[in-house]
């Protein structure tokens, strides 16, 4: 079993910057590929960003292409997103998500992750 914990959520102003960080506890998070999924008040679950096992591929969805950058420290066994020029639109509650395979590919389809963490909210104000 992998336990995820995020955190860094928060009020900001538009404009502005956050940082968020995934941790994993019971297995080290280093051999797993990790996406970064939001979901908006009122709305579906969608995808943000992912990156797989090494910190080699990463991709976005184009809502937030060029704003968020999502990166690892497979030596911290922590996954990080750096989300920047923030919009109202990004206000949702973010959650990181490890695939139940050791170095498998990683998805945007949140089904192919089998392990969640309880997410961190992130609000942005106008």
């Known amino acids: 079993q992998v336990q995820l914990v995020e955190s860094g959520g928060g009020l900001v102003q538009a404009g502005g910057s956050l940082r968020l960080s995934c941790a994993a506890s019971?297995?080290?998070?280093?051999?797993?590929?990790v996406g970064w999924f939001r979901q908006p008040p009122g709305k579906e679950r969608e995808f943000v960003a992912l990156?797989?096992?090494?910190?080699?591929?990463?991709a976005y969805a184009s809502s937030v292409k060029g704003r968020f950058t999502i990166s690892r420290d497979n030596a911290k066994g922590a996954v990080y997103l750096q989300m920047n020029s923030l919009k109202p639109e990004d206000t949702a509650l973010y959650y990181c998500?490890?695939?139940?395979?050791?170095?498998?590919?990683?998805?945007?389809?949140?089904?192919?992750?089998?392990?969640w963490g309880q997410g961190t909210q992130v609000t942005v104000s106008s």
């Open positions: 998500a490890a695939r139940g395979l050791r170095y498998s590919p990683p998805s945007s389809n949140p089904g192919d992750y089998a392990y």
């Open positions: 019971g297995r080290a998070l280093s051999d797993y590929p």
């Open positions: 990156i797989n096992w090494s910190g080699s591929s990463t």
